[in-house]
């Protein structure tokens, strides 16, 4: 049998599992797997290791590989590290069509990266996204858990002078 790797999970983030665990029946555990992936995820600076994944798997009690699968699956999940503010870039048919490319382009400018790279600074990271479910908003992007829609660059440049603001105000706490 394998080491425990429940250490790994805070006991904040063991409760705010538990939480989501009391929501679905007492067999069925591994349907809180999925918010139990976005907990770890935030504890860990926004990305996902295998060993996290693992003890998700053991406080969930199914199998690692069933984790795996569902961390892989979805695009909310990373895998290596992220920049403190993840923007993520809807380029599918209605943001296409309603200029994402030339949000993308903007963003690559403004940042200086690429889609799956990160700011010198660390405080921005970049990626490309199918779909984020506001195709009347396009062309948007999401930063966090924030929808920017109707995007324009003078939008992209307030929205990220916001986030610069948030970033060094935090770093004052």
Sequence with gaps: MSESKLHLITAESLAE???????????????????????????????????????VAEH????????????TFYSMYEHKPVGRNKISVCTNISC??????????????????????????????????ECLGACAGAPMMQIGRDYHENLTPEK???VLQQERVAIAAEALK
């Design 156 to 158: 992209i440049d307030e």
């Design 96 to 129: 296409l069509l309603n200029g994402s490319e030339a949000i993308v382009s903007h963003l690559n400018n403004k940042l200086d990266i690429k889609f799956g790279e990160i700011t010198e600074d660390g405080k921005f990271s970049l990626k490309e996204v």
């Design 60 to 71: 969930l009690e199914m199998l690692a590989m069933a984790v795996y699968e569902v961390a």
């Design 17 to 55: 599992i538990d939480l989501n665990i009391a929501k679905y029946p007492a067999d069925r555990k591994e349907s809180a797997c999925m918010p139990a992936l976005r907990i770890i995820q935030d504890q860990n600076g926004g990305w996902l290791t295998n060993d996290l994944m693992d003890a």
